[in-house]
């Protein structure tokens, strides 16, 4: 019986360890045009987040004509290695990608040409990576507007754009399906992001419609990656807020969803547990930098081991 209990009380002891082996949180950005790089800020509890390094950044980007480093995208796979994407520039019809074990510490960056079969694309812009897991492979996502398609919303976006969700695999980032359209909800649409809540996959969506002005977040269930997707909700994203660059997680029993309020120059937050009801904790978030130039923009919030953070302030 004594055995038993021990192995019990072991047992329970060990899961409150696992669980705690990834509670901290992890926020990867860019700031001002992104010309420097990677930067990360750390959390506890998905709340109070303070920038790692002083501000530093961790990557300097070297591909894509402009030599930028936008929307960083981090993914953590199953054998401990981390996979980056980003917006290399304004134009590429490719993206940025690296590797690295402990984020200090990098692979030779790559430009991915998602888009070279398509010469007249105009970017490829937000690009998001997600592991999959029942496929064993890694999902590619992003927003590109090639001229001529989807006629019935030209015109709707600024200047000659008009977004749709492009997508490619791979399971080694040596060999990648060829790309192909991922996602078309019937406008102009950018930013996409999952999150797993509730034991479902969920794609958060931006409409990028500017005729007439919409700017906002939508979700859409899907009981896979790739689909198919359910009917889109109502928008989720304060009104009359511009915002971009939605990520989220979920923590504990809440979804949350970080955006950049892009016109008014500030993240903001909103909080679900049902992805239906939505509450703004904007007001309870602390971003560091807040209305300065160096703020935070347009990132991705991932869950990492606590020994993780605790490595990254050691290395500052």
Not at 109 to 120: D, W
Not at 152 to 162: L, R, V, W
């Amino acid at each position: 019986m004594r055995r038993a209990l021990a192995a019990a009380l072991l047992a329970v002891a060990c899961a409150h360890t696992a669980a705690r082996a990834a509670d901290a949180y992890l926020f990867t950005y860019f700031i001002q045009n992104g010309e420097d790089g990677l930067h990360l800020a750390a959390s506890t509890d998905g709340y109070h987040w303070d920038k790692l390094g002083n501000g530093r950044s961790y990557l300097t980007p070297t591909v894509g004509d402009a030599r930028l480093m936008r929307d960083p995208c981090i993914v953590r796979g199953p054998d401990g290695i981390y996979h980056m994407v980003w917006t290399s520039g304004w134009k590429d019809q490719h993206i940025g990608y690296a590797s690295s074990t402990d984020l200090l510490h990098w692979s030779a960056q790559r430009a991915l040409p998602v888009m070279a079969h398509e010469p007249g694309t105009l970017n490829a812009w937000a690009p998001e990576i997600v592991y999959d897991a029942p496929r064993g492979e890694y999902l590619i996502f992003w927003s590109s507007t090639v001229p001529g398609r989807f006629a019935q919303t030209a015109g709707t976006s600024e200047d000659k754009y008009n977004h749709r969700i492009y997508a490619t695999t791979t399971k080694d980032f040596v060999t990648f399906t060829p790309t192909r359209l991922f996602y078309d909800p019937g406008f102009s649409v950018i930013d996409a992001t999952f999150v797993r809540a509730n034991g479902q996959q969920h794609l958060l969506v931006k409409d990028e419609t500017r005729h007439p002005p919409r700017k906002y977040l939508q979700v859409v269930a899907a009981p896979d990656l790739h689909g198919p997707f359910g009917k889109l909700s109502a928008p989720i994203s304060p009104p009359g807020v511009w915002v971009e660059g939605p990520t989220a997680i979920q923590i504990g029993a809440d979804t949350i969803v970080y955006y950049d309020a892009y016109i008014d120059k500030r993240y903001g937050a909103l909080r679900s547990r049902d992805l239906v009801h939505w509450e703004d904790v904007s007001q309870q978030m602390h971003f560091p930098d807040e209305g300065t130039p160096q703020r935070m923009r347009h990132g991705t919030v991932i869950a990492v081991p606590e020994a993780l953070l605790d490595r990254l302030r050691k290395a500052n």
